[in-house]
């Protein structure tokens, strides 16, 4: 993990507005602590009492393998576990924030006869911890935020967008479902006509969109977009400690049925992905013979 100046402002030097550009060049970890770099899938970053934590697989837009999957369980844990971190930034390097699960890879499950539910159910697993993380958990988003990608910026307290971001489900579009919380957060986050509308069409929206329902909480761009993180990541460690761990248990409390609901959710994915009908096999074909 890298660790940043102790007296840095809570913004990763040149991370904060390279934020939706190229990938911001990582520095080798110090001695004896867990980092990433460039070449790892999750690059984690500490700055005073904010962790950075950086999807970095900017050529495939960050969508989600079990690499990164494991990477960002792995990453969750360790922040939750740390007493120094009062608020979690999750961010994407290259064009987007996250294009959703890494279609390549069911893809590959499908023409090897694989269940797909193992992986999908980890992803959804882990959004579930960051939704219950007793520290604020921030999400920085640009360029695409998709499928798995909306997943995990539903399951994050607050997300900031710069501007030109677009943000919708988008499963429809290859044939597949929801299967970590787009159908069981998505209606609670934006209002449930708008996310029926988002679900069976696919669109993709601006994220000015969504600022009226406040899931974004604030969209700007070039620099107004770093001051706008910076302002909102300050305001959430201006007030860090137990009572935030306390209001993230009882917001928890409105979402009872929830674990129930993402089963259900889960379940029915791995019903279409065996129905005959809905040929998802021949979808993910398609989709990967289109990007060849």
């Known amino acids: 993990m890298r660790q940043l100046g102790e007296t840095s402002p809570p913004v990763p030097p040149g991370g904060l ?19 990433g770099g460039r070449d790892e899938c999750l690059v984690v970053e500490q700055d005073g009492d904010v962790r950075w934590l950086w999807l970095n697989r900017p050529d495939r837009r960050n969508a989600l393998d079990p690499a990164l999957g ?6 969750v844990a360790a922040a939750e576990a740390d007493p120094g971190t009062a608020v979690v930034v999750i961010a994407g ?80 579009r290859n044939n597949l479902l929801p299967a970590a919380g787009s159908a069981v957060r998505l209606p609670r986050k934006v209002g449930e006509p708008l996310a ?22 604030g969209v700007a761009d070039g620099p107004q977009f770093a001051a706008l993180l ?7 460690r201006a007030h860090s400690g137990p009572a935030h761990a306390r209001v993230k248990q009882l917001l928890a409390l409105g979402r009872s049925g929830q674990a129930h609901a993402l089963a259900r959710e889960l379940s029915t994915f791995g019903v279409h992905w065996n129905d005959p009908p809905a040929d998802t096999a021949g979808a993910l074909a398609r989709f990967v013979e289109g990007r060849s």
């Open 17 to 35: 507005a390279a934020a939706g550009e190229q990938a911001v060049p990582a520095a080798p970890a110090p001695a004896g602590q867990a980092g």
């Open 70 to 75: 494991a990477a960002l369980a792995e990453a």
């Open 93 to 172: 390097r290259g064009p987007s924030f996250c294009a959703g699960a890494d279609l390549r890879h069911l893809h590959e499950l499908a023409q090897a006869g694989r269940d797909p539910l193992p992986f999908l159910s980890s992803l959804s697993a882990t959004f579930s911890r960051i939704e219950r993380l007793a520290k604020p958990v921030v999400a920085a988003v640009h360029g695409h935020v998709v499928a798995g990608g909306l997943e995990l910026a539903l399951a994050c307290d607050v997300v900031v967008a710069r501007a030109g971001t677009l943000i919708g489900d988008g499963h429809v």
């Open 196 to 217: 029926t509308w988002l679900l069976l069409t696919g669109e993709l929206l601006p994220a000015e969109a969504f600022l009226a329902s406040g899931f974004v909480h």
């Open 230 to 236: 910076a302002a909102t990541v300050e305001r959430l």
